[in-house]
């Protein structure tokens, strides 16, 4: 009996090497199915309706329509970075090179989305200081025209309004989490799975107290009144209140990135605990840390803006 299972595995064997064989010849390879094109079609629609509804001031649909995207996209990514033999992570998943490219086409469209909340807020701060006529005059030689805004518009100090120590300690602490990102697949690229599960949940620390600390700023201004919610905001002066309705667009979308990263971080370090990453293949790891490095490095220009322009 031990005879004939020892033949009928070999025979098995050899059937799958054949046919390997065959699919090598002929170029034949398993193709699996993506997420991306519907993907593409549904977040392209969900932020051309936010768009269009904040157009029309309805704020409330353009903030759901925007928080459906990123429930979509913290789905897609998710099941994007997942590679399909979780259970079997001796065998090799080859880099899929598309995915990669996809996801810095993501990235290109997030440059533009933040470089234009940037850069509203950066031509309003222009527009209501100083540098108003440095910019007048830039325009007029480059034959643009360029208007200041009201004279009664200030732009505030940032550093009477800000803490900029503290926020510098929450500024390093968020780009050592880079740093972490980084050891994490230097690790699993040498098959070190303990150094991967470490430096990871020192990413998702360090994240945490990076929003950790946004929220207790916000608590904070909220108190002190430099907060749209509070009802003796609107008793501020006019330059102020522009300021701070530039700082909270600006942080707010940052944080949700930051939010979402850490929900994804968390992700892969619950994989990797399970043991899913090899030096073989640690793609989501890297995909992930792709993101991650794109949302630290926003939020250096962010920063130097924000609270030290």
Same mark, same amino acid.
């Given at each position: 009996?031990?005879m004939?299972?020892?033949?009928?595995?070999?025979?098995?064997?050899?059937?799958?090497a054949t /046919?390997?064989?065959?699919q090598?010849?002929?170029?034949m390879?398993?193709?699996?199915?993506?997420?991306?094109?519907?993907? +593409?079609a549904?977040?392209?629609?969900?932020v051309g309706?936010?768009?269009l509804?904040?157009a029309?001031?309805?704020? *409330?649909?353009?903030?759901?329509?925007?928080?459906t995207?990123?429930?979509?996209?913290l789905?897609f *990514?998710? @099941?994007?970075?997942?590679p399909?033999? *979780? @259970?079997?992570?001796?065998?090799?998943?080859?880099?899929?090179m598309?995915?990669?490219m996809w996801?810095?086409?993501?990235?290109a469209?997030?440059?533009?989305?933040?470089g234009? +909340?940037i850069g509203?807020?950066l031509?309003?701060?222009?527009?209501a200081s100083?540098w108003?006529?440095v910019?007048a005059?830039?325009?007029?030689?480059?034959g643009?025209?360029?208007?200041?805004?009201?004279e009664?518009?200030v732009?505030?100090?940032p550093?009477?309004?800000?803490n900029?120590?503290?926020?510098?300690?929450?500024?390093?602490?968020?780009?050592?989490?880079?740093?972490?990102?980084?050891?994490?697949?230097?690790s699993i690229?040498?098959?070190?799975?303990?150094?991967?599960?470490?430096?990871?949940a020192?990413?998702?620390?360090?994240?945490?107290?990076?929003?950790?600390?946004?929220?207790?700023?916000?608590?904070?201004?909220?108190?002190?009144?430099?907060?749209?919610?509070?009802?003796?905001?609107?008793? +501020?002066?006019?330059?102020?209140? +522009?300021f701070?309705?530039t700082f909270?667009l600006?942080t707010?979308f940052?944080?949700?990135?930051v939010?979402f990263?850490?929900?994804?971080?968390a992700?892969v370090?619950?994989?990797?605990?399970?043991?899913?990453y090899?030096?073989?293949?640690?793609?989501? /790891?890297?995909?992930?840390?792709?993101?991650w @490095?794109?949302?630290?490095?926003?939020? /250096?220009?962010?920063?130097?803006?924000?609270?030290?322009?």
């Amino acid at each position: 009996m031990m005879m004939i299972n020892k033949l009928y595995d070999k025979d098995k064997v050899s059937k799958m090497a054949t /046919v390997e064989k065959v699919q090598e010849q002929h170029g034949m390879e398993e193709h699996e199915v993506t997420l991306w094109p519907p993907f +593409l079609a549904l977040s392209s629609g969900l932020v051309g309706l936010a768009i269009l509804f904040f157009a029309n001031d309805m704020i *409330i649909p353009s903030l759901a329509a925007l928080l459906t995207f990123f429930v979509f996209l913290l789905v897609f *990514i998710y @099941h994007e970075t997942s590679p399909r033999a *979780i @259970h079997r992570p001796e065998i090799p998943v080859p880099r899929n090179m598309p995915r990669y490219m996809w996801m810095w086409i993501f990235l290109a469209s997030e440059t533009l989305f933040f470089g234009l +909340l940037i850069g509203i807020s950066l031509d309003l701060r222009i527009r209501a200081s100083g540098w108003a006529e440095v910019a007048a005059a830039l325009a007029r030689l480059c034959g643009f025209q360029f208007q200041r805004l009201p004279e009664s518009v200030v732009w505030p100090n940032p550093s009477e309004l800000l803490n900029i120590p503290l926020t510098s300690i929450a500024t390093f602490v968020l780009i050592l989490s880079s740093v972490f990102m980084v050891k994490a697949i230097e690790s699993i690229e040498r098959g070190n799975k303990s150094g991967l599960v470490r430096n990871l949940a020192f990413v998702v620390l360090s994240g945490g107290f990076f929003l950790g600390f946004q929220l207790f700023e916000y608590y904070q201004f909220f108190l002190e009144g430099h907060n749209p919610l509070h009802p003796d905001f609107a008793s +501020l002066p006019s330059g102020d209140q +522009l300021f701070w309705a530039t700082f909270y667009l600006q942080t707010g979308f940052h944080g949700a990135h930051v939010f979402f990263g850490l929900i994804l971080v968390a992700f892969v370090l619950q994989k990797a605990i399970r043991g899913g990453y090899t030096k073989e293949n640690f793609q989501g /790891v890297e995909l992930v840390g792709i993101y991650w @490095h794109f949302v630290d490095f926003v939020w /250096v220009f962010i920063f130097t803006i924000v609270y030290l322009f």
